[in-house]
């Protein structure tokens, strides 16, 4: 008799295994602890073989029925369902190892190590935004341009077009890896050169105009905030580094008698080895920087950090705190930057002091190469960074000053 529901629900383990048969070679194998496996019977090559259909209650009366029937399909067209099953897991499995993810990450894991630690969790958080939830279970080398393409304009429709073009940028290079590695047979992201459009680059915001940069000058000197924020405001001016690079300063990098500070490699905008195995970067001070940090350092020469946070020494201060200084000084973001100093200072100490664009570049901490191509020694030059560095601190004090006259 076939089973039924409540046959099924009243049967009790016992101290042997127990089959219930439902017809077909379909039964319920009741072990003694209780647990419940559907099985189907069935011979092929004239051999007698066993299928695992699943567990009760998961797949239930019905669901099994439905899975003995396939079976025996299978079998009437001459292929054996265990078999059958076995390719199926098979192909799942290659198709896991070939996904879109899991070459995804396995390319990240390998090239990562040459990118700054930021950069490579940059890409890595990408793809788990904008890929892996749309194409990430998909076998790689299945990957059509369309698909790509809709990803891309997910990106686009959010007004992220600069994130979509990295995007795509880090499709292709997951795509050729996959080439590489025998897994894929082209890169469908080629097909998708000009299908969005290209990306505005905005630069970030400079003054280069003298009347506007004394204007600005002035308004720091009269900046009101903390005097660890006010230093740092009218140092990066002076200096023109990164902005992060002078808000994690330490005080072991100065030399005040010697008015030079070395920025390490290490913390430097550089590839993973060339952070490891760089030059550090000499940054000499003018005598305005140097009178600036003496006066620093009664309040913060007693900790690492030249401009600690407000939230304790053992940080620096926060990313965003000169950002806001400008803000409350009523400077937009379309008018100033700090990370502007740098434009600023590379466009007028050639434009208005005559200094050599290698040796501002240098003092940027820009690769700069000769007429063959080689890359000049980042220590290169320190005379002439040393007179680019007092020179610019007194054309920007001419400039606060003439404004002031006028």
């Known amino acids: ?92 499995r290659l198709n896991a190892e070939n996904s879109v993810e899991a070459i995804a990450r396995e390319w990240h894991t390998k090239f990562s190590p040459d990118l700054s630690e930021s950069h490579a969790k940059r890409n890595l958080r990408r793809l788990e935004v904008h890929v892996f939830p749309w194409l990430g279970g998909r076998p790689i080398a299945s990957i059509e341009p369309p698909e790509v393409l809709d990803v891309l304009h997910r990106i686009e429709r959010k007004g992220t077009l600069e994130t979509a073009h990295r995007v795509r940028v880090l499709i292709g290079q997951v795509m050729r890896y996959a080439i590489a590695t025998g897994r894929a047979t082209r890169d469908v992201t080629a097909d998708l050169r000009g299908a969005i459009p290209p990306a505005k680059v905005k630069h970030h915001a400079a003054v280069t105009n003298p009347k506007q940069i004394g204007s600005l000058l002035r308004a720091i000197d009269g900046y009101e905030g903390t005097t660890v924020v006010s230093a740092a405001l009218r140092l990066a001016p002076l200096l023109f580094q990164r902005p992060g690079e002078l808000r994690q300063a330490e005080w072991a990098e100065f030399d005040l008698d010697g008015a030079m500070w070395t920025v390490p490699s290490a913390r430097m905008k550089r590839k993973k080895a060339a952070k490891e195995s760089g030059p550090d970067h000499l940054v000499p001070l003018s005598k305005q920087a140097v009178t600036i940090l003496q006066g620093l350092h009664p309040l913060t020469g007693h900790g690492r950090f030249v401009f600690p946070s407000l939230r304790g020494p053992q940080r620096p201060m926060s990313d965003m705190a000169l950002s806001a200084a400008f803000k409350r000084m009523g400077f937009d973001s379309d008018t100033a930057l700090p990370h502007g100093w740098r434009a600023t200072a590379r466009t007028l100490a050639v434009e208005a002091l005559s200094f050599p664009a290698e040796i501002v570049e240098l003092q940027l901490s820009h690769e700069v190469r000769d007429s063959l191509g080689r890359a000049y020694n980042r220590t290169q030059w320190l005379d002439q960074r040393r007179e680019l560095m007092q020179r610019w601190a007194d054309y920007l004090d001419s400039l606060k000053a003439s404004n002031h006259q006028a």
């Open 1 to 92: 008799m076939p089973l039924t529901h409540s046959a099924i629900q009243s049967a009790k383990a016992a101290d042997k295994p127990q089959k219930l048969f439902d017809g077909n070679g379909l039964f319920l194998l009741i072990s003694p602890t209780g647990g419940k496996w559907w099985r189907l019977k069935y011979r092929f090559g004239g051999k007698e073989k066993l299928l695992s259909l699943g567990t009760y209650p998961e797949v239930s009366l019905k669901d099994a029925r439905e899975r003995r029937d396939a079976a025996r399909k299978l079998l009437a067209d001459g292929v054996d369902p265990g078999d059958a099953r076995k390719a199926e897991k098979r192909t799942a």
